[in-house]
């Protein structure tokens, strides 16, 4: 995913680009996880290429500023999860379809569920599009 105009500088046209910068990219353990979720989970700090969900965590393999790898930490709860991509939806003033992107993306990243609902974790996009209004 490309998202970066021709000088370089993140495009405000794509949703992604918008949550980058809303999360506050690097700077935050929550804005590495969303460039993690993205693809671009180079340069540090930065979370591994996917993550688990074990005892209502997500879990994720860390790298941290100084280079240092942490195999599964516990990057946040499922529900601050949740909390943080839909207060996102928000702040970016994303469309249905945008949000609806940025779920799928999330979905992607997590390679194994072990919670009660499975590869679910999200339920259904029309209720998450409820708690977003």
């Known amino acids: 995913m490309n998202l970066r105009d021709k000088d370089g500088n993140f495009s405000l046209d794509h949703w992604a680009s918008r949550a980058i910068i809303a999360a506050g990219g690097r700077t935050t353990k929550m804005g590495a996880l969303l460039l993690a979720i993205l693809g671009?989970?180079?340069?540090?700090?930065?979370?591994?290429?996917?993550?688990?969900?074990?005892?209502?965590?997500?879990?994720?393999?860390?790298?941290?500023?100084?280079?240092?790898?942490?195999?599964?930490?516990?990057?946040?709860?499922?529900?601050?999860?949740?909390?943080?991509?839909?207060?996102?939806?928000?702040?970016?003033?994303?469309?249905?379809?945008?949000?609806n992107e940025m779920f799928v993306e999330a979905r992607r990243y997590i390679q194994v569920d072990t919670s009660k609902g499975g590869t679910d974790l999200f339920g259904k996009f029309e209720a998450l599009k409820g708690q977003l209004q």
């Open 40 to 99: 671009h989970d180079y340069g540090r700090p930065s979370f591994g290429h996917s993550a688990i969900i074990f005892n209502g965590n997500l879990i994720a393999t860390h790298i941290d500023s100084d280079g240092i790898i942490r195999q599964s930490q516990v990057v946040c709860s499922v529900s601050e999860f949740k909390i943080f991509l839909s207060d996102l939806a928000t702040k970016c003033q994303m469309t249905d379809e945008e949000c």
